[in-house]
């Protein structure tokens, strides 16, 4: 049973940065991996990044080289830093946690509700 509130979004000119935050509960976890995906107006849930529990990482090719995954075990914190946002990074973002290594929505189990960032020019 795990728990997540995302916060940060907000509204931010093109070649700005946000940091976004997960807060999670649960005893478990940080044997879970803690995954970022963001769902623009029209378009099906993207993945953005993963931090995994055995401390493996993998980003989206589109946010590579601007976007970080991390995370803090002792605080039950996930983060995803962004910077030189562009304006299609615009979208909802949710952190989620699943049981297994995987970038698949389809195989996250929890979610949080979502944190709105809007990239303006």
């Known amino acids: 049973q795990v728990q997540l509130v995302e916060s940060g979004g907000g509204l931010v000119q093109a070649g700005g940065s946000l940091r976004l935050s997960c807060a999670a509960s649960?005893?478990?976890?940080?044997?879970?991996?803690m995954g970022w995906f963001r769902q623009a107006p029209g378009k099906e849930r993207e993945f953005v990044g993963v931090?995994?529990?055995?401390?493996?990482?993998v980003i989206a090719d589109s946010v590579k080289g601007r976007f970080t995954i991390s995370r803090d075990n002792a605080k039950n914190m996930a983060y995803l830093q962004m910077n030189s946002l562009k304006p299609e990074d615009t979208g909802v973002y949710y952190c989620?946690?699943?049981?297994?290594?995987?970038?698949?929505?389809?195989?996250?189990?929890?979610w949080g509700q979502g944190t709105k960032v809007t990239v303006s020019l």
């Open positions: 931090r995994y529990g055995g401390g493996g990482t």
């Open positions: 649960g005893r478990t976890f940080s044997t879970y991996a």
């Open positions: 989620a946690a699943s049981r297994r290594a995987t970038v698949r929505p389809q195989e996250y189990d929890y």
